[in-house]
Each structure stands twice: as structure tokens, then as C-alpha cells.
């Protein structure tokens, strides 16, 4: 809990001195952390990543979101790859990492609200526009479904 508080502050202190140097410092703690069985501090993790990791955690938080256990850890570490492209990694890298990640992630999601935040997170990444905020907190099935189609269908023609 320590270090998602720490890593809380630092996305907020980008602007300072000391961010790049404590940012690298508190990375491997939060990785040692990602096989921690409580879903929720993993969950917490996997954000803190995303306010501080760097174009190397792309590749851990990518296989988070296709094999973690928990459909929340799956969705906030789609939400954290994009929270990577506003804080230390350029959007052309992770969208090109991570769309393949991104196709298999969504294709295969089976928890509406997980599938919807992955949705999301292409859509800020790849500058579109499926679904809003709206559908995804109320869980509308049918417009989730058809963000689905849309998400993958552009994907995988990108």
C-alpha cells in the first residue's frame, strides 16, 4: 500500500527534480509485488505501475492484462498502459507494443466492465471513439458488444 501512495504522489510531481531518480527506484518494488495474492492491493499495483513505469513495463503490464486471474487487474493494466502515455512512455510506443496484447485482451475478455475500461484505454491511445464513459459504468451490454467490434475490427486492420 506504501508504494502505491508513493507512487500516487510522484504522478503528480512530475515537475520536479527528484521524479525521474524515486519513479526508477520504486519500479522493481512494484513489480516484486504483482504476484501478491490479495486481488486488491495486486489491483493497486498494477495502476501505481502505470503512474511510474517506463517503456520497459509495457511487455509486464500486457501479460497482466491477458492472464491475470482477477477481471479488474486485467482492466486496470489496459488503463495503465494508456496512464504510461501521460506520464513516461510515447503513445507510437505502446499502441505499437501493445496493440496486439490489446486484440487478444479484448477478443477474449469475458467480464463486460474489464472488456469496456480496455476499450476505453485503445480509444484514448488510438485517438478513437466507440463507447462512452457512460456505457461502460453502467455496463450497457449492447453498446459494449458493439465497441468490441469496432475496437478489434480497427486493430487489426492497423
Known amino acids: 500500500m506504501t508504494a502505491y501512495l508513493i507512487a500516487e504522489i510522484l504522478s503528480k510531481s512530475?515537475?520536479?527534480?527528484?521524479?525521474?531518480?524515486?519513479?526508477d527506484q520504486?519500479?522493481?518494488?512494484?513489480?516484486?509485488?504483482?504476484?501478491?495474492?490479495n486481488t486488491i492491493l495486486r489491483q493497486k499495483v498494477v495502476i501505481a505501475l502505470g503512474?511510474?513505469?517506463?517503456?520497459k513495463?509495457?511487455?509486464l503490464l500486457t501479460r497482466q492484462m491477458l492472464d491475470d486471474?482477477?477481471?479488474?487487474?486485467?482492466a486496470w493494466s489496459a488503463t495503465s498502459l494508456m496512464q504510461l502515455s501521460f506520464h513516461r512512455v510515447k503513445v507510437e510506443i505502446i499502441s505499437k507494443e501493445a496493440k496486439a496484447s490489446f486484440i487478444q485482451a479484448i477478443t477474449e475478455e469475458k467480464d463486460p466492465y474489464a472488456c469496456g475500461l480496455m476499450i476505453e484505454a485503445v480509444q484514448i491511445l488510438f485517438g478513437k471513439r466507440w463507447i462512452p464513459?457512460?456505457?461502460?459504468?453502467?455496463?450497457?451490454?449492447?453498446?459494449?458488444?458493439?465497441?468490441?467490434?469496432?475496437?478489434?475490427?480497427f486493430l487489426s486492420k492497423h
Open 51 to 55: 503512474w511510474v513505469g517506463t517503456e
Open 133 to 153: 464513459s457512460s456505457a461502460v459504468e453502467n455496463m450497457d451490454l449492447e453498446k459494449i458488444e458493439k465497441a468490441k467490434k469496432s475496437a478489434i475490427r
Open 57 to 59: 513495463e509495457i511487455g
Open 14 to 23: 512530475k515537475h520536479r527534480d527528484f521524479y525521474w531518480s524515486l519513479c
Open 69 to 74: 486471474a482477477d477481471a479488474l487487474c486485467r
Open 26 to 37: 520504486l519500479i522493481p518494488i512494484l513489480i516484486s509485488l504483482l504476484d501478491i495474492k
